[in-house]
């Protein structure tokens, strides 16, 4: 946790305005604050609760929020 603070806070500059902008629209938009937070546990405790690179590649929904993705119930 105290990584990515430092990242958010002294990182490059393009890397920490994005991050910046993605938890102002978390704040924001709580239903997919929400709906990351679920997706990110399912997934967490599939892979026994541990980050592993099998489940990063499992987020889809968090990989689709970071690249400004619309879900795609959204784009209907």
Do not use: C
Not at 31 to 49: A, G, T
């Amino acid at each position: 946790m105290a990584k990515g603070f430092v990242f958010l806070v002294a990182g490059y500059e393009t890397s920490s305005t994005t991050w910046t902008f993605i938890l102002y629209v978390l704040a924001r938009h709580p239903e997919i604050q929400q709906s990351l937070r679920e997706e990110i546990l399912q997934v967490l405790s599939k892979h026994d609760n541990k980050l592993t690179y099998d489940g990063i590649q499992g987020v889809v929904y968090l990989d689709r929020v970071v690249s400004g993705e619309k879900r795609k119930e959204d784009k209907q």
